[in-house]
């Protein structure tokens, strides 16, 4: 998969296309707008890109299981709709008729996908401080230095006093910067707008 098959987000691509051909990515980015614009997609497409590129990317996803993720991987990959996918995936676990050509499809999407272990998506942290602790974890373990992706924001929890929401999205933008600096790698945080915010002015 190349840039140029990422639909969509014009800007966004050459931004992240500069970033990682000049190699300054040890940063922390807020990709940020309303509801059903494709933010998910959009990480998903250039964590694929980055994966098939031989970088290790971790995907922590807390609000769309890991199988969801995957489908809208296929769906691409096979541009096909989510809904077909499903119907697809369904029939061939299920052992029922589908042509030829989606099965073979679907079994070298899926085969090119299993490939790729340098790839993650991990549901299970559900914290910047869990998250900070797994990349720790990996990074000890296997030496690796990852592209880390946080779906989204404004779900991560926050330990210890209650916070208001700026407060708590406030302190998770800190400690994901920290995580940043501390291990020398790009952190992305998907950033939803509510309803109310479209008219005001962004402040973080």
Known sequence: MSWSEICGHKLQKQFFQRVFQNQSQSHSYLFSGPEGIGKTTFALQMALQMAEAGNHVYFYSLEQ?????????????????????????????????????????????????????????????????????????????????????????????????RLTDKQAVDQNITALKRLSAEFHVPVMAISNLNRENYDKDITM
């Open 65 to 161: 299981s890991a199988r969801e993720l995957t489908i809208k991987l296929l769906s691409n990959k096979m541009s096909k709709p989510i809904a077909d996918i499903r119907r697809i995936a369904w029939s061939f676990c299920k052992d029922q008729n589908i042509s030829e050509q989606d099965q073979n499809n679907f079994v070298e999407a899926s085969d090119s996908l299993h490939k790729l272990n340098n790839f993650r998506i991990i549901e299970r942290c559900r914290s910047a401080e869990a998250i900070a602790k797994d990349v720790q974890r990996r990074y000890y373990r296997t030496g690796e230095q990852a592209m880390i992706i946080i779906d989204y924001l404004q779900i991560l929890e926050t330990p210890g006093a």
